[in-house]
């Protein structure tokens, strides 16, 4: 079954706590991203990443970090120095030059 | 970062009738992009379109490309409740990053 997980779907932290985000995905994609949504709100940009060992920064990648070590796997750290770290999170990924992206389930992470 | 203008922002239609929506930009994009999200899901991939002027159906669902690359429209003719959630348009650049519209939330009254 070709797609992309995310786990955990539900993740609670408490305040001060690093935490990373789990992201595989087995479409042979080049090319991964991680957004943030807020209620009510659209999805922005955190990091994306258009190849292995490679990585770039979206609108507001402050507070967060990544890496991109195998093509299938982009973990996401969300760290202390994330000022409000409640939110809805997704995970997505696209053939690079393709216009089509896919999307995780989501893992709703909550911090108190 | 870019933001698409989508409208409207939300609707609230009776069973059967015809919906329709759009996102504008003010940048050209390669590809338009339909979702739609369901709450607590990611975004499920409605329609793709590719090429300025492109009409595209699936199912009940229609959607084109605009002719300027800077617009594109959604539209859900006879509508049913499972059609209830929240659509979303998106942009991909020509450097592989994609832009979302802040979302049309549709309603549904059976």
């Known amino acids: 079954d070709g797609g992309i997980t995310q786990s955990p779907k539900y993740l609670f932290r408490k305040e001060g706590q690093n935490v990373t985000l789990s992201c595989e995905q087995n479409?042979?994609?080049?090319?991964m991203y991680w957004y943030r949504q807020d209620p009510g709100q659209g999805l922005r940009l955190i990091y994306y990443?258009?190849?292995?060992?490679?990585?770039q920064k979206g609108d507001i990648a402050e507070g967060y970090s990544v890496s991109r070590e195998k093509k299938e796997s982009f973990p996401l750290t969300v760290t202390s120095a994330q000022k409000n770290p409640t939110a809805f999170y997704l995970c997505?990924?696209?053939?690079?030059?393709?216009?089509?992206?896919?999307f995780g389930p989501g893992t709703r992470l909550t911090v108190t | 970062g870019q933001q698409l203008n989508q409208s409207p922002q939300s609707m609230f239609i009776q069973e059967g009738e015809d919906v329709s929506m759009n996102c504008t930009s003010s940048?050209?994009?390669?590809?338009w992009l339909w979702y739609k999200q369901e709450p607590g899901e990611g975004p499920v991939l409605l329609i793709a379109?590719?090429?300025?002027?492109e009409l595209t159906s699936n199912g009940r669902l229609t959607a084109q490309f605009g002719i300027t690359r800077k617009d594109s429209f959604l539209n859900i003719s006879a509508s049913i409740p499972s059609d209830v959630g929240i659509y979303f348009c998106?942009?991909?650049?020509?450097?592989?990053?994609?832009?979302f519209g802040s979302g049309t939330k549709l309603n549904v009254k059976p």
């Open positions: 997505a990924s696209s053939l690079t030059g393709e216009g089509e992206q896919y």
């Open positions: 479409l042979n994609h080049d090319a």
């Open positions: 990443s258009q190849i292995v060992n490679d990585f």
């Open positions: 940048s050209i994009f390669n590809t």
């Open positions: 379109l590719y090429k300025a002027g």
């Open positions: 998106a942009g991909q650049s020509n450097f592989n990053k994609f832009y």
